[in-house]
């Protein structure tokens, strides 16, 4: 299975390629709840890391 880094993934969202699907995919993910202005975002330092969306209405 292909390793997801916050490196490679913080690279991703600055516009580089994903070096796998898994980046890529937590990557389109970030991008899709940073633009519906109705989810919150969290990451928290657990592990490789947690996030934690909500809608807020």
Request: glycine fraction near 8%; charge should be negative; aromatic fraction near 8%.
């Amino acid at each position: 299975m292909d390793a997801l880094t916050p490196d490679s993934l913080l690279a991703t969202l600055g516009g580089e390629s994903a070096p796998n699907d898994r980046t890529r995919a937590v990557a389109d993910f970030f991008e899709h709840v940073k633009a519906a202005p109705d989810f919150e975002t969290y990451v928290l330092p657990v592990g490789e890391g947690l996030a934690v969306s909500y809608r807020s209405r």
